[in-house]
């Protein structure tokens, strides 16, 4: 079984945040293989480790994103594609640019996180699979394999989704799906010699533009009231009626 995993470079997710040029700054921070991607990378090798086949990791970017897929590789995965895109590609460009080069790989499976830690926007599965014409199933706790069809097991309000569909298919993962492995030394010096192709991408311009970006403000301080309940409760009243403008 051949199966390719979507991977996209991330802020770490502790990095405290700056802008700079009215950019995102990268000043110090350190990029990591989103951690959701992790989850469907281990699903893969999971995978792989049963049933047999090759795990095929494949992301879009600048060239320094190949740092994050030789994590994937030092993880156990074969090999790494780089497509080439432009680091503000939006997912309308990026689902479009990531669909043609896997469409390409003749891949049975296809496994990604079911969103980016940095944006949380959780589209580009689904586009590119809307693209390809295969069906796809998001936010997976449990696949199973069997022949040409999965099933997947997906939490919902309140309650639990079994869905089937055949293969091959998009499918997205969900944090708790299983425990991603660190890599080994072994690992990480095989994963060096691993192969990474790189790919022209697509020029697809965007269909979003971003006006500004800022900071949110920092919280305000709470604010405590103390004294006897019948002047607390006065107090809570006059603040949330003339401060907070509590309309009731």
Not at 25 to 35: A, R, V, Y
Not at 42 to 68: N, R
Not at 192 to 217: C, H, M, Q, R, Y
Request: charged share 25%; glycine share 10%; with cysteine.
């Amino acid at each position: 079984m051949k199966i390719a995993v979507l991977a996209k470079q991330t802020f770490d997710t502790e990095a405290k945040i700056t802008l700079k040029d009215g950019k995102v700054s990268e000043d110090g921070i350190n990029l990591i293989l989103n951690p959701y991607d992790e989850v469907a990378v281990e699903e893969a090798l999971q995978i792989k480790e049963k049933q047999g086949g090759e795990v095929i990791v494949v992301t879009a970017g600048p060239e320094k994103t190949q740092d994050t897929l030789r994590q994937a590789l030092a993880m156990g995965a074969d090999k790494g594609v780089v497509v080439s895109a432009d680091a503000d590609a939006d997912e309308y460009a990026r689902a479009g640019i990531l669909a043609k080069a896997v469409g390409g790989l003749g891949a049975d499976l296809i496994l990604c996180g079911h969103v980016a830690a940095d944006d949380g926007s959780s589209q580009v599965p689904t586009r590119m699979a809307e693209i390809l014409n295969l069906p796809h199933v998001n936010v997976v706790r449990k696949l199973e394999l069997n022949g040409g069809v999965a099933t997947c097991t997906r939490e919902t309000d309140g309650g639990t989704e079994i869905i089937e569909v055949k293969l091959p298919a998009v499918i997205t993962c969900q944090v708790g799906m299983n425990e991603p492995r660190y890599p080994s030394m072994k690992g990480i010096m095989q994963a060096k010699k691993k192969p990474v192709d790189k790919v022209a991408g697509e020029a697809l311009a965007n269909k979003t533009t971003v006006e500004s970006l800022f900071i949110p403000p920092p919280k305000a301080a709470g604010k405590k009231i103390e004294g006897e309940a019948a002047d607390v409760a006065a107090q809570l009243v006059n603040w949330l009626k003339n401060e907070a403008r509590v309309v009731g």
